[in-house]
């Protein structure tokens, strides 16, 4: 079984858990997807949120 945390939401619904080994999962309303490292979860949740303003 894989281990999973929620380790950061926003009021939008973006999420960020980690999962192990240095990869994170980032998810919005309607995707979800892994990167390698918090720094570029952080970033991809930064991304999302600005494109859907």
Excluded at 28 to 52: I, P, W, Y
């Amino acid at each position: 079984m894989e281990f999973r945390s929620r380790i950061f939401a926003t009021s939008r619904g973006s999420t960020i858990d980690a999962i192990g080994a240095g990869r994170y999962l980032v998810c919005n309303a309607t995707d979800c997807f892994m990167v390698h490292g918090l720094r570029q979860a952080h970033e991809a949740v930064q991304r999302q949120e600005k494109s859907a303003l």
